[in-house]
């Protein structure tokens, strides 16, 4: 394993044994964040579960059955234990297994666990990243509740379970434990293990390597899935107040062991894997998105040849390609601009000579009808000078008659005499 | 209309440039943060612990480079902080061999273990810096070398298969040694600390002190960091980085106080009241290394290693890679991919 490296001994104290020290002084500062999903149907007891877990109360509002789809809730709280602060992010799921048909009920489940290892695939590939200050919300842990029938897993478990095995570590839970008796219990238990086997589904292992806590592991591993119990309300014992539940025939401690696995759950989940969990999560189910997401992008690590391909290069390559296209894109374009614009000028050059044909007939109308304006103003013209050529006549005529008429009128009188 | 290119081609992430094969799985509003008050213990703070185990499981990389002209006892100070034979002149390499005509890079890796924590520690020696006769350029072997080191990081992070971990070989530390002249930096250390001091941490550190006396080396001290300030050089810890009030504060002393350290290196032992110490021996007294009052060779080992080792990691992670790696991202494929040194340009000791 040490390949080149020569291995040396120590003649006195150096001081880097503080390193883990300072790497954890650095955490603490920054913070941890911890998401963690669950999946059941309404009233499978998911809130309650987790108001007992981080003993808080979350005021989680309660969900109706009648919700046409699969909703995610997701709200974060802060919490602080002595130095360590955590940013808990409870992912709900609201309406699940209520509708009518459950055909669609996983898949917004599973495009919200993508929905997250994309936007830190997004950040990761930005050119300006700021990764050490990024709010991670990837999933780490998924608690799937089972519904406490005694029987065995329903469908819709099975499906669901398949299909996000491999993108989030998931914990099966029993919820409502208190409803089936113990005998009843390790029967269904194992009905429930040798299901998943059957059914190929991988559930998160409880780590054992390393030998502090290998063995606490393995036994943990064997109380799978764990069977709980959740209470928002205490009830006095003794002279304590804990959480309980509390029935006309006993009372159903939270916390006792007998009752129910609840405090192997917590053991688990956070004082033992927490780091475990995230780190899983990162290195291996974000890891495997992120390799198929850049894959379906065409993005290939083996070059044509088999020889091996910076995705510096392949990124250029697919730059350039692009780069092709929007030129070709453009070509086309202005080709098309050009084809209107000839088409249009046809169009124009055509109406053009038809105004001017129009124009012209129109101009030798007006000469036409000039003409005969001429012809008919000549003609008026001649019967006025006529008319005026009578009326002097006339007028003449008419002065001779009055002086001629006293002699005409004379020589009627000699006649007569 | 005339569709014009893509507005920003040097900030197109490299998901933009292929369409989408199916929809885009819509991203929920980032969550409202709520302050829960806990009612009870419930074992949050063991995630200190689980992380701990981890980090000792897999064990540290460390890398740092000593530059410096030839003499100026490098090699033995890299022995005495490590408290071994690390250095390249330790490792079989001949005391009278001549320098190199060029600057050359020579890395040794070692693994070295202390309180149950796994540390492999690799000294990059850059034997013929400043030698020359005309030393122009000469720290542009160096900034390569650091460059190379980002390079290969980048090319195995961007992989799409990709290790669980990537081995780091970036440059973490590079302790710059400068001359005890007692006058004044020359114009090489304020050229390559100028140069360097964007890529990489750059501590300044005062060689072969025991040839100033306390007045001369106060003096020497204030006039070096006047001169570091006046040239705009960063050193580490820069003032820039400072999280919050303590680091400012705890920084702020170091930068005005201590720093550049005053050092000097041993591999000897002697016998002084009783005790073995490492100490150089003169005619006129007994010069002991981690001694605070001889020297602050301490205040450098405690600096570098037991409080700001994870530190100068991070800052060389988080601030000097991502530097590198946005600028590598930015070029537009004017330039080939950086051809990285094969192995045969390297020597490294076995």
């Known amino acids: ?417 | 209309p005339h569709a014009g290119p893509v507005e920003n081609k040097n900030e197109a992430a490299m998901s933009e440039l292929v369409p989408e094969p199916r929809q885009k799985p819509v991203v929920p509003m980032k969550p409202m943060g709520i302050n829960a008050n806990l009612l009870g213990y419930i074992g949050i703070d063991t995630i200190i612990e689980q992380m701990r185990k981890k980090t000792m499981k897999t064990g540290f990389d460390f890398n740092i480079m000593v530059v410096g002209q030839s003499g100026l006892g490098k090699s033995t100070l890299v022995n005495t902080l490590f408290k071994s034979q690390v250095s390249r002149k330790s490792s079989g390499w001949n005391r009278e061999e001549k320098i190199p005509k060029t600057v050359e890079i020579k890395a040794i890796g070692h693994v070295i273990e202390e309180g149950g924590v796994k540390m492999k520690l690799t000294v990059i020696d850059t034997p013929g810096f400043g030698d020359q006769i005309n030393n122009e350029n000469c720290w542009e072997p160096i900034e390569k070398y650091i460059n190379e080191q980002y390079e290969k990081f980048l090319k195995e992070e961007v992989n799409i298969a990709r290790k669980k971990r990537i081995p780091d070989t970036r440059v973490h530390c590079c302790l710059y040694f400068i001359s005890p002249t007692g006058h004044s930096l020359r114009p090489l250390d304020l050229e390559f600390m100028k140069h360097l001091s964007k890529v990489v941490n750059i501590i300044p550190v005062i060689a072969k002190a025991d040839t100033m006396t306390l007045e001369e080396k106060t003096e020497f001290k204030q006039r070096v960091r006047k001169e570091l300030e006046v040239n705009g050089i960063e050193f580490y810890p820069q003032k820039e980085f400072d999280e919050d009030l303590e680091d400012k504060t705890e920084n702020d002393k170091i930068r005005q106080e201590s720093m550049p350290f005053a050092v000097v290196g041993s591999d000897k032992e002697y016998q002084v009241n009783g005790k073995r110490v490492l100490g150089r021996k003169t005619p006129w007294g007994i010069i002991e290394v981690e001694n605070l009052t001889h020297c602050e060779f301490a205040l450098l080992r405690d600096f570098v290693i037991r409080t700001h080792l994870q530190d100068l990691k991070e800052v060389t992670h988080n601030i000097h890679y991502e530097t590198y790696r946005a600028k590598r991202l930015n070029d537009n494929g004017g330039l080939p991919p950086m051809t990285v040194e094969t192995e045969e340009n390297h020597e490294s000791n076995l």
């Open chain 1, 1 to 417: 394993q040490n390949d080149g490296y020569r291995t040396l001994s120590l003649s006195g104290h150096v001081g880097f044994g503080s390193l883990p020290d300072q790497l954890v002084k650095k955490s603490i500062k920054q913070g941890f964040c911890f998401n963690i999903l669950c999946i059941g149907e309404t009233g499978s007891g998911k809130s309650t579960l987790i108001n007992s877990l981080f003993n808080t109360n979350f005021d989680d509002p309660v969900s109706s059955h009648f919700l046409p789809s699969v909703q995610l809730r997701a709200q974060t709280y802060e919490l602080q234990e002595s130095d360590v602060l955590l940013k808990l992010t409870i992912v709900n799921t609201v309406g699940f297994g209520d509708q009518i048909n459950k055909e669609e009920s996983y898949q917004p489940i599973v495009d919200y666990i993508d929905a997250q290892f994309e936007a830190y695939l997004q950040e990761e590939l930005k050119i300006k990243r700021s990764l050490f200050s990024y709010h991670d919300t990837r999933i780490h842990v998924c608690l799937y509740f089972i519904s406490p029938t005694g029987h065995s897993l329903k469908t819709l478990d099975l499906l669901t379970m398949k299909s996000l095995d491999s993108k989030v570590n998931i914990i099966p839970i029993i919820g409502k434990a208190d409803s089936i008796s113990k005998t009843e219990l390790q029967k269904f238990k194992n009905k429930i293990m040798s299901e998943l086997v059957s059914n190929d589904v991988q559930i998160y292992q409880f780590p054992t390597d390393d030998e502090t806590i290998s063995k606490i592991n393995t036994i943990m591993n064997g109380h799978l899935p764990f069977a709980v119990v959740g209470s928002t309300e205490e009830v006095r014992i003794g002279n304590k107040m804990v959480r309980a539940r509390q029935y006309p025939w006993g009372i159903v401690q939270v916390e006792n062991e007998n009752h129910c696995d609840f405090i192997k759950l917590r053991e688990m989940l956070i004082c033992t894997n927490m780091e475990d969990l995230r780190e899983q999560t990162h290195a291996r189910h974000y890891e495997l998105y992120r390799r198929c997401r850049l894959e379906e992008m065409g993005f290939r690590d083996i070059g044509p040849e088999n020889k091996p391909v910076s995705l510096q290069e392949a990124y250029e390559a697919k730059r350039h390609e692009f780069y092709l296209e929007l030129q070709r894109k453009e070509e086309e374009m202005r080709q098309q601009f050009v084809q209107k614009v000839r088409e249009k000028e046809a169009i124009l050059k055509e109406a053009e000579k038809q105004v001017h044909t129009k124009f012209e007939h129109r101009m030798l109308m007006l000469q036409e009808v000039k003409v005969k304006l001429e012809k008919n103003k000549k003609v008026l013209e001649n019967e006025i000078a006529m008319f005026m050529e009578k009326k002097a006549n006339a007028e003449v005529l008419q002065s001779q008659a009055s002086v001629s008429t006293p002699l005409v009128s004379l020589k009627r009188d000699k006649d007569r005499k």
